[in-house]
């Protein structure tokens, strides 16, 4: 049914549609003499989902903290649509929040617990009951509405959690590290029902989580943490192929480590061999360097003639998809590589340890830091 009829011109203009619906602006805490966070700022955008990720005690989990209100910070603000909510008590920003331990209340009902956030609502019997029948039908479980948190597995509990949070319809849904109790198996399932459901309801969203896999698999944006600073925002793709320092480049999936030596622009010095790579901006020649690439990104065809090196195979692990296999450089002076293998690969090659064989590094692959 069409809602009613409303003069534009009479309302207050709200924020163009591109605006930041949650800003966290320039956000400090201190604990006494230490800092656990230091000016902190980024954008979260509507419907988005974003995640922090970092190592434990990076910060992620103070900063998320303050964005619920649980925390004060010693200096910064958090806006909500351009409103500075930084003074608001948690009970009045109106927000959806999954802790790792989910919280459920023992004593009442799965309908009883999604029910708890729709009291303050003042909601008729029927209202709340139609709520909680959907979102119970949501998370695919219409049926265990008479069931108490005992009855059910972690993983139901953790839909129930998902949907008492989501029942009073918040202006955003914080996720603490809601998965990490979970088995493997049934943390990558979740992962993949929590972000369709995020995607159908459009709710904006900040998962907290020090999974590099999970944040790489839900978010829209990664904000990736390291000792209460903001290392790098970016896309999952952008993260993991572009990493901007070499935090990023070891904490956001596995990377290969050489020390070497910048001796032009676009080329370096590892042992000796000389490799060409893209990016040596702001690097002067004859700076000692750290060279990163990815253990998929070397090529054990050796199939191109430029960073191409001998190599032999000193191990060869079965990883279940691919084989890991470790390469010692025929440059005695140049540390051990891993390299990531399909298994078709691994057999048209007939590869083994003990193998010497020639290996390449793709140009725009390698990322070049200089060395703190």
């Known amino acids: 049914m069409p809602g009613p009829v409303v003069n534009a011109q009479a309302q207050t203009p709200g924020p163009p549609p591109d605006a930041p619906y949650l800003q966290v602006d320039q956000i400090w805490k201190l604990f006494g003499s230490f800092t656990a966070l230091s000016d902190v700022s980024f954008d979260i955008f509507p419907g988005e989902f974003v995640c922090l990720l970092g190592p434990s005690g990076c910060g992620k989990t103070t900063l998320l903290r303050i964005v619920m209100g649980l925390e004060t910070q010693t200096r910064g603000r958090v806006l909500l649509q ?9 009970a009045e920003r109106n927000f959806g929040i999954v802790f790792q331990s989910y919280a459920l209340f023992p004593n009442l009902t799965v309908f009883d617990n999604i029910a708890y956030g729709l009291h303050a609502r003042k909601l008729s019997r029927q209202q709340t009951r139609g709520r909680v029948e959907e979102l119970l039908t949501l998370i695919g479980m219409p049926e265990a509405a008479r069931k108490y948190p005992a009855q059910l597995s972690g993983g139901q509990q953790q839909r129930v ?126 700076f000692t360097v750290r060279v990163c690439f990815r253990p998929e990104d070397v090529d054990v065809r050796g199939a191109a003639t430029v960073n191409a090196m001998p190599v032999e195979i000193t191990a060869l692990d079965f990883l279940g998809s691919f084989y890991r296999a470790t390469l010692r450089p025929r440059a005695a002076d140049t540390a051990e590589v891993r390299a990531d293998i399909p298994i078709h690969l691994q057999r048209e090659l007939d590869l083994a340890p003990g193998r010497v064989i020639t290996v390449s590094l793709p140009v725009d692959r390698i990322v070049v830091f200089a060395k703190g």
Do not use: K
Not at 82 to 90: K, N, Q, T, V
């Open 82 to 90: 351009g409103r500075d909510i930084s003074g608001l008590p948690p």
């Open 161 to 286: 959690a998902l949907a008492r949070a989501l029942a009073p319809s918040p202006s955003l849904l914080l996720l603490d590290e809601p998965l990490s109790a979970l088995d493997a198996r049934l943390r990558v399932r979740l992962r993949h029902e929590v972000r369709s459901l995020q995607r159908r309801l459009g709710v904006t969203t900040i998962l907290v989580t020090h999974d590099q896999e999970e944040a790489l698999t839900m978010a829209d944006r990664i904000v990736v943490m390291n000792q209460g600073v903001i290392e790098q925002i970016g896309t999952p793709m952008e993260v993991y192929r572009q990493p901007q320092t070499a935090f990023v480049a070891d904490f956001v999936g596995e990377m290969n480590f050489l020390e070497g030596m910048l001796v032009s622009p676009g080329r370096v010095r590892v042992g000796a061999t000389e490799l060409q790579c893209d990016a040596t901006d702001g690097l002067s020649d004859g």
